[in-house]
């Protein structure tokens, strides 16, 4: 079974406005961390977001924030005016202690932002 | 400057051959990750390391093989037994924080003909 579930292969966003990146994750573990990256055309993967099982306000930094629903184990990337700059794949990931620090990724959502 | 280095950045290799991808990091990090990606896909899990001389399986180990003898590298070799070993390999390293990210090499482009 997937435990990192990214459903959106491909999103065209406008420019300027803001885009919301579903990611749905499946675990059995209470302590646990889920994660966002970035990876350009270049190949690097850059670190965007983070977000801990026991955090009870939803993670931000910049124009990034995730929207972290625990019942519905969602952890959803918002992105605020949106920037030519943010196209690019976005990938989803989680980690699990009980999976001996185990980092699992989503098969990413590849977003393009039009002029 | 601290980070995380991964060898050669492209590697051709004849199809039945070994070849060691060679992955290095100075930012003492415990936790070491060998990840495949195919053309527009997710990175898939082939092996992990929580401490030196321990390594885990992760979803796609067949055909690879890798060692964990110092802190800093966890070489992954691609073995004859790997029947669609071109793909771009991204090794990673984290600290133990809960909250720490993984830091990423440039990964390497392997081609296999």
């Known amino acids: 079974a997937q435990k990192i579930t990214q459903t959106q292969p491909g999103m065209f966003v406008q420019e300027k406005e803001a885009v919301t990146l579903d990611c749905t994750y499946d675990?059995?573990?209470?302590?646990?961390?889920l994660f966002w990256y970035k990876q350009p055309s270049s190949g690097e993967m850059i670190f965007l977001i983070y977000?801990?099982?026991?955090?009870?306000q939803n993670a931000t930094e910049g124009r990034y924030s995730l929207n972290f629903q625990k019942a519905r184990k969602s952890a959803n990337l918002v992105i605020s005016a949106s920037q030519l700059g943010d196209s690019a794949m976005y990938f989803c990931?989680?980690?699990?202690?009980?999976?001996?620090?185990?980092?699992?990724f989503g098969t990413g959502t590849r977003l393009t932002i039009i002029p | 400057d601290g980070g995380i280095t991964q060898s050669p950045k492209y590697l051709f290799r004849k199809e039945g051959q070994n070849v060691t991808l060679s992955c290095e990091q100075n930012l003492n990090h415990d936790a070491m990750y060998w990840y495949r990606q195919d053309p527009g896909q997710g990175l898939r899990l082939i092996y992990y390391s929580q401490i030196v001389n321990d390594f885990q399986k992760g979803d796609i180990a067949e055909g690879y093989s890798v060692s964990r003898e110092k802190k800093e590298s966890f070489p992954l070799t691609v073995t004859s037994a790997q029947k669609n070993p071109t793909a771009f390999y991204l090794c990673?390293?984290?600290?133990?924080?809960?909250?720490?990210?993984?830091?990423f090499g440039q990964g390497t482009r392997l081609t296999v003909v």
């Open positions: 990673a390293s984290r600290g133990t924080d809960e909250n720490t990210e993984a830091f």
């Open positions: 977000q801990g099982s026991y955090d009870e």
């Open positions: 675990t059995s573990d209470q302590s646990y961390g």
């Open positions: 990931a989680m980690r699990e202690r009980f999976g001996n620090e185990k980092l699992t």
